[in-house]
Each structure stands twice: as C-alpha cells, then as structure tokens.
T-cell receptor
Framework: DTEVTQTPKHLVMGMTNKKSLKCEQH?????MYWYKQKAKKPPELMFV???????INESVPSRFSPECPNSSLLNLHLHALQPEDSALYLC?????????????FGSGTQLSVL | ELKVEQNPLFLSMQEGKNYTIYCNYS?????LYWYRQDPGKSLESLFV?????AVKQEGRLMASLDTKARLSTLHITAAVHDLSATYFC???????????????FGQGTILTVHP
C-alpha cells in the first residue's frame, strides 16, 4: 500500500462550523505533513509531525488545530474559518523527516468556506 | 531562508518539440525534488536528485542537478499532450540548515502541449 488517503475530498463549511480533515497512511511512515495550496500557487507547509509529535508549526492561525492520534493517522481540526482559508489541503507522509526523504502526497481535500 | 524559483512559469509547446524548465534555489542544498500536478489533483513525485551531477530519466522527462550553480533542470523530449500539467521543483535546506522535512516549492511551471 503506497497511498496516502484523505477524507473528505470536498468540504463546504460556514464560518461558524467545526469540521475535521482526515489523513491516513499504512506505509510505516513516521513523518506526516499538512500543506495548504491556493489555486495556481505552490503548496505551503502548515505542520509537520515526526513520530507523532508536532515538530513544525509554520505560524498557522489557531483556527487550524492538527492532531496525530497514532503513527498512521493525521487530523486537521477546523473552527471559525475565514473565506480566505478556502484552498486545497494536502496531507503528505515520508519515512522520516530527513533531507533525502521523498514525500508522498494524498489527493487532497478541496475546502470552501462560505 | 531557502527560496526556490522556476522559469518559465508558463510554457506552451508543440507536440514533438523539446524544452527545458529551470529551477534555481537560493541556499546550499543537495536535495532537489520534481513533482507533477494535474488540475485539481495531488502531487505526483517525478524525481529525487540527491547529489551534485545527479541525472535521472523517466520516459520523455530528464532531470539534472548542479549544486554548484544551485540549478536543476527538467528537460522534456518530444513532448506529447499527456505531459500537460503543472511541474514543481522543491528543495530542502542543506548542511547547517534546519530541515525537519520542510520542503520549499518553486512557483510551478504550467505546461501546455498543443497538437
């Protein structure tokens, strides 16, 4: 299994809603990532988890809350989002966080905030 | 802070022609990655270049890395329509940098191949 699975694929939410994005991998990878990608822009790193511990938070607003319940799962909890948060949210994993490690990306969740 | 720049940002090619996408990065790095992204889809890893002089080829695509010039190239040979996509290069900081898995992407090159 060489896949990173993200659910849901599409999400529409209001600014007062609470929702969660889910990401799962069964490749034995110990590093997992959340990236945000606006249309026609490159992905931007949000969070990195290494061995289930948060190792990088790229100054992301607190309305985004990551969680790594175990080595295979990564969640992104969303609360009180703004319309400008609408984007494609990509999860990725790699064996570890080392410089040589290739990232495997999931298919993403297309989020629209109304 | 590592910066990665690609050019061109838009590339319109005829089928059968050759072209090169360039990727420059700003700080010492010996790790360079190329990804492909189709519209509305995720990123597909194409190449991982891990040392100076590394060259990798897959089908009509060939990537190379020159760490002294801080330059990577993605060469397209005899383009076909199926290669139409956005291509990103990405790098991680090199010796002395705090890498921790932070991949910095170039702006992307939107490639369109016409009949």
């Amino acid at each position: 299994d060489t896949e990173v699975t993200q659910t849901p694929k599409h999400l529409v939410m209001g600014m007062t809603n609470k929702k969660s994005l889910k990401c799962e991998q069964h490749m034995g990878h110990r590093a997992m990532y959340w990236y945000k990608q606006k249309a026609k822009k490159p992905p931007e790193l949000m969070f990195v988890y290494s061995y289930e511990k948060l190792s990088i938070n790229e100054s992301v607003p607190s309305r985004f809350s990551p969680e790594c319940p175990n080595s295979s799962l990564l969640n992104l909890h969303l609360h009180a989002l703004q319309p400008e948060d609408s984007a494609l949210y990509l999860c990725a994993s790699s064996l570890q966080t080392g410089r040589s490690e290739k990232l495997f990306f999931g298919s993403g969740t297309q989020l629209s905030v109304l | 802070e590592l910066k990665v720049e690609q050019n061109p940002l838009f590339l319109s090619m005829q089928e059968g022609k050759n072209y090169t996408i360039y990727c420059n990065y700003s700080t010492t790095s010996d790790r360079l990655y190329w990804y492909r992204q189709d519209p509305g889809k995720s990123l597909e890893s194409l190449f991982v270049l891990l040392s100076n002089g590394a060259v990798k080829q897959e089908g009509r695509l060939m990537a190379s890395l020159d760490t002294k010039a801080r330059l990577s190239t993605l060469h397209i040979t005899a383009a076909v329509h199926d290669l139409s996509a956005t291509y990103f290069c990405a790098s991680k900081e090199g010796a002395g940098g705090t890498s921790y898995g932070k991949l910095t992407f170039g702006q992307g090159t939107i490639l369109t191949v016409h009949p």
